[in-house]
């Protein structure tokens, strides 16, 4: 669902991060489909290791933090199935 209530002049930015790039690519054209006023920003959220810890990279954090909004899949592909769906 999109909402209608915004201004036409007024771009909103969104990240766009760790989704694939067949979703990201689906997602876009959705959005550009919908005519909704969005500028892409897309940031790698590939864990890094910092201070003997992995995290996110600042620069990707950054991107959330000041857009509010983000579009993000998962961090890492478990390496075994999840017994709840078994």
């Known amino acids: 669902m999109v909402c209608h ?3 036409q ?3 909103r930015i969104l990240t766009l991060s ?3 790039a067949e979703i990201a690519e689906s997602v876009k054209s959705i959005f550009k489909a919908a005519k909704v006023p969005i500028v892409w ?3 790698d959220v590939t864990p890094i290791l910092k ?3 992995t995290v996110i990279p600042d620069k ?3 991107s959330i933090k000041t ?3 983000a579009l993000k899949g998962p961090l890492a592909t478990p390496s ?3 017994s709840r769906y078994s």
């Open 18 to 20: 760790g989704i694939g």
């Open 80 to 82: 075994k199935p999840s």
């Open 41 to 43: 920003e897309e940031v």
């Open 5 to 7: 209530h915004y201004q």
């Open 51 to 53: 201070d003997g810890k």
């Open 9 to 11: 002049s007024v771009k």
């Open 67 to 69: 857009n509010t909004v």
């Open 60 to 62: 990707a954090i950054k």
